[in-house]
């Protein structure tokens, strides 16, 4: 399996508090993602990151921040949590864009009251 | 923009039978992957399809791209139990490093 940790798994918190949720990677790969999935939607990206503090947009970004200061860590920030980021997060991880199969996390899952 | 569209979205089956899931999605790629989930677990790659008429077969599923089409299938054969989960295709946004996922098929094996 490939090493990827996220941290928080489970997270319940309260709208308009920051929240940080973190993927750790062992395998040196150069690709991040976080997805968020909810019913009906399948996966939808958030941001990905194709190198140190390089960082882009996916289609659902709005609400959300992302870091990239070393190549293990990818951080997923909520600057103020709203009810309608309630959803499991996903970490994904690529190696080489030529292939494009993506590893995946075990999910976190955030409640927002 | 990419979209990409699973059917049928609830699929319940008897063991032994055969049925598709199938792949559409709105642009030209020829790159093509498929993803199964169980119950509140992660997601655990498939099948990776990269050109027009690959075909790969593992056990009972055999998944293949038409990129004419625009279309890939997961083809499930007899059917077992263990074969229930969420499937998701996924198809290479062309270019632009990201993946974009169906919204999933989700497969209950009735015994």
């Known amino acids: 399996d490939a090493g990827i940790t996220q941290s928080p798994r489970h997270k319940v918190t309260e709208t308009g508090t920051p929240v940080t949720l973190r993927c750790h990677q062992t395998?040196?790969?150069?690709?991040m993602y976080w997805y968020r999935q909810d019913p009906g939607h399948g996966l939808r990206l958030i941001h990905y990151?194709?190198?140190?503090?390089?960082?882009d947009k996916g289609e659902v970004s709005d609400g959300y921040s992302v870091s990239r200061s070393k190549t293990e860590d990818f951080l997923l920030t909520l600057e103020s949590a709203t009810s309608s980021q309630t959803s499991v997060y996903f970490c994904?991880?690529?190696?080489?864009?030529?292939?494009?199969?993506?590893?995946f996390g075990e999910g976190s899952r955030l409640t927002v009251l | 923009e990419l979209k990409v569209e699973q059917n049928p979205l609830f699929l319940s089956m008897q063991e032994g039978k055969n049925y598709t899931i199938y792949c559409n999605y709105s642009?030209?790629?020829?790159?093509l992957y498929w993803y199964r989930q169980d119950p509140g677990k992660s997601l655990e790659s498939l099948f990776v399809?990269?050109?027009?008429?690959a075909v790969k077969q593992e056990g009972r599923l055999m998944a293949s791209l038409d990129t004419k089409a625009r279309l890939s299938t997961l083809h499930i054969t007899a059917a077992v139990h263990d074969l229930s989960a969420t499937y998701f295709c996924?198809?290479?946004?062309?270019?632009?490093?990201?993946?974009?996922f169906g919204t999933g098929t989700r497969l209950t094996i009735i015994p």
């Open positions: 994904a991880i690529s190696e080489s864009w030529n292939t494009g199969e993506l590893f």
């Open positions: 395998e040196n790969h150069r690709y």
């Open positions: 990151s194709y190198g140190v503090k390089d960082t």
């Open positions: 642009t030209t790629s020829d790159r």
């Open positions: 399809l990269l050109s027009n008429g």
């Open positions: 996924a198809v290479d946004d062309f270019g632009n490093e990201k993946l974009t």
